[in-house]
C-alpha cells in the first residue's frame, strides 16, 4: 500500500509514536521531521552558533544521516534550538526538498508540524494529534528523567515551556504549527499508545477499504 499520511501535533502530544507505530504496521517509512530541526539546533551549537540567532541554512544542507542519531537530541537546550531554527525560512527551505523525497517514491508516515499543511498538503491521510499541556509535561519529563512522579513545581516549570513553545510555533510567520483543515483530531489526554495506534488504523482501513 503507497501512502503518504501526515501526522502533526505539537510537542509530546505522542504523534511520533503513533506515528513510528502506524508505519510499522502498514509497512511503510516512518519520518520523524522533528528530529531534523533537532539536529540542526544540536550541530549549530556544536559549532558555536546561536539557533536563536544565526543563520541556519548551512548547517540544514550539511546534515547527514547520523547527525539524527544522536542521543542528545530530546533535552530543553535542544527543544528551545529547533523551536528559533523552525522560524528560518530557508532552513525549512532546505529540509523540505529532503522530506518530500523521502516520502514520494514508496509512500510514508511523516510527523512534524507542517506536514499536512505544508510539505504533503495533498496527503492521503491526516491526523493532528494533541494532549493538554499539563499531560505533555507529564509524558516529556518521564520520557527525560523515568520518574513516575516528579515534583509538581517542575511539571509546572515544565508545562509553562510546553506552552510558551506552542505559542512560538503557532505564531511564526513561516509554516505555523495549525490543524490542516481535513485532519482528523486526535485527542491523547485520556488514550495509551495502544489505544491511540487502534483508533488510527481504524481510520486508515476504513478510508483505504478495497
Known amino acids: ?11 509530546a502530544a505522542g504523534k511520533g509514536t503513533l506515528a513510528k507505530a502506524l508505519a ?13 530541526y533537532r539536529a540542526v539546533a544540536r550541530q549549530m ?30 533535552v530543553p537546550e535542544i527543544d528551545r534550538g529547533a523551536s528559533a531554527v523552525a522560524t528560518q525560512t530557508p532552513v525549512r527551505a532546505a529540509l523540505l526538498k529532503r522530506q518530500r523525497e523521502f516520502a514520494t517514491a514508496s509512500g510514508a508516515v511523516i510527523d512534524g508540524r507542517d506536514i499536512g499543511t505544508v510539505v504533503f498538503p495533498d496527503a492521503d491521510l ?7 499541556a499539563a499531560v505533555r509535561a ?8 523515568g520518574v513516575a512522579k516528579p515534583d509538581q513545581a517542575d511539571l509546572d516549570l515544565l508545562a509553562a515551556e510546553i506552552e510558551a513553545r506552542d505559542r512560538k510555533d503557532a505564531e511564526r510567520p513561516v509554516s505555523p504549527l495549525r490543524q490542516a483543515d481535513d ?3 486526535v485527542e491523547t ?20 477499504a478495497t
Open 126 to 132: 491526516k491526523f493532528f494529534v494533541t494532549a493538554s
Open 189 to 208: 489526554d485520556h488514550l495509551d499508545a495502544q489505544a491511540v495506534l487502534a483508533h488510527a488504523l481504524s481510520i486508515v482501513k476504513t478510508r483505504f
Open 1 to 11: 500500500m503507497r501512502l503518504i499520511i501526515a501526522v502533526d501535533g505539537p510537542a
Open 138 to 145: 507529564l509524558r516529556r519529563y518521564q520520557q527525560l528523567h
Open 45 to 74: 551549537i556544536l559549532s558555536g552558533l546561536d539557533p536563536a540567532s544565526d543563520d541556519g541554512e548551512q548547517t540544514a544542507h550539511a546534515l547527514q544521516p547520523a547527525d539524527l542519531l544522536r542521543d542528545d537530541l530530546r
Open 183 to 185: 485532519a482528523i483530531l
Open 24 to 36: 510499522m504496521a502498514l509497512g511503510l517509512p516512518h519520518l520523524d521531521t522533528g528530529l531534523l
